[in-house]
């Protein structure tokens, strides 16, 4: 079984930037696609991006499209989420998962373990 551990959140304005990183550890990182959810107070957990084993496939959010990048190391066991002109409404708890296979998805279903997620709040 994997562990997934997220780090890196915190306060940032409007405008600034954040880097998201989840370490994994137990199964073969890269036999299996990696994604970011968030989820805000009272909302539904929602699909952030997604990356494939080998990385060379990504999807995103239209929300996050063009501001946010996903990437992975599979030497060092790690995938990373750069997230850059944050707006406040990406204030959210982000969680890393490891996919039930090796391509992209957005569906949570698709994800059969998870991190203990990191909290990222922009102000205004």
């Known amino acids: 079984q994997v562990q997934l551990v997220e780090s890196g959140g915190g306060l940032v304005q409007a405008g600034g930037s954040l880097t998201l990183s989840c370490a994994a550890s137990?199964?073969?990182?890269?036999?299996?696609?990696m994604g970011w959810f968030r989820q805000s107070p009272g909302k539904e957990r929602e699909f952030v991006a997604s990356?494939?084993?080998?990385?060379?496939?990504?999807y995103y959010a239209d929300s996050v499209k063009g501001r946010f990048t996903v990437s992975r190391d599979n030497a060092k066991n790690t995938v990373t989420l750069q997230m850059n002109s944050l707006k406040p409404e990406d204030t959210a708890g982000y969680y890393c998962?490891?996919?039930?296979?090796?391509?992209?998805?957005?569906?949570?279903?698709?994800?059969?373990?998870w991190g203990q997620g990191t909290q990222v709040t922009v102000s205004s």
């Open positions: 998962a490891a996919g039930r296979s090796t391509a992209v998805s957005w569906s949570i279903m698709d994800y059969n373990v």
């Open positions: 990356i494939s084993w080998s990385g060379r496939s990504t």
């Open positions: 137990g199964r073969t990182f890269s036999s299996y696609a």
